[in-house]
């Protein structure tokens, strides 16, 4: 969700447009490696940095479960 939000309010701009994509092997390094997109602070405001940044974690079982974005989307409305 992260990701594709970052794509709604980035213009649909590729979210990995900074990861040099020669290949699968090479994306799918990066990604597994950390990278994530970079975030426009003049495009999303604070608490949609957040969002986005808590649904990309590393670490899935640190990600939030649909309800809980839900109710941060409410709270970001």
Do not use: Q
């Not at 950390?34 to 649904?55: F, H, Q, W």
């Amino acid at each position: 969700f992260g990701v594709l939000m970052y794509c709604v309010t980035h213009d649909c701009i590729l979210p990995y447009s900074s990861v040099i994509m020669k290949d699968k092997h090479t994306f799918e390094s990066a990604i597994v490696s950390g990278k994530r997109p970079i975030i426009n602070n003049s495009k999303v405001n604070a608490d949609e940095t957040v969002l986005m940044e808590y649904c990309w974690n590393a670490e899935l079982n640190k990600r939030p479960i649909a309800s809980k974005v839900v109710t941060m989307l409410k709270k970001i409305k």
